[in-house]
């Protein structure tokens, strides 16, 4: 899946299902699968320090195929990004800026999505020619960093992630946010009940329809 191909995909999807912990193989599948059915959510992050990593992302791209967009997080360096590739990562995220990373990625028409938390770091990683930037980690920063963060930026990409839940992430969507990045909160470390899950991704379907139709539900 290319670069821009990528960027669109969650862009329509608006969240970014993270799994880091215990999603050993069958456990991502799983999650995945009610992550599909219950919220439409089809855009899924493994991490790079979370057991068998690699493997969870290939079995859930074997089952969904072009269906899902699915990707790594956590890739650190150059090493990490070469491994993933080569692992058919649909997308890399990072919670900072490489250069490296960045430029290796690029070089695949790959979508990267690096870190970044204070305007240079945003400038700089955006000057590299990405398409989107992970403002890391936007729940502790708050609605209102991320606004004023915008204000002279609004020409960049951002998704939000690290802290964001129920409470927060329609309101990144709504101040101009393309997606956010949603891990603890919605997926849990791996031992979260599925129906827990369940729940937690109809809430976000519901709440983007309305965001985008302007209906309530």
Known sequence: MNSQTAYDRIAECAFMAG???????????????????????????????????????????HIYGDNAVVGMGTVLDVEMARQVLDAGADFVVAPSFSRAVVEYVLQHDILVVPGVMTPTEAVDAWSTGVKLLKLFPSGPLGLDYFKALRGPLDHINFMCNGGTDDTNSFDFLKAGAVACGMAGWLTGNGSTPLDVIARRAKLLRDGVTALRTGIRV
Do not use: C, D, W, Y
Request: glycine content about 4%; charged content about 15%.
């Open 19 to 61: 799994m880091r912990g215990n999603f050993v193989p069958t456990t991502a599948v799983e999650v995945a699968h009610v992550l599909v059915e219950s919220g439409r959510i089809n855009v899924f992050e493994l991490t790079m320090n979370s057991p068998q990593a690699i493997e969870a992302m290939q079995a859930i791209k």
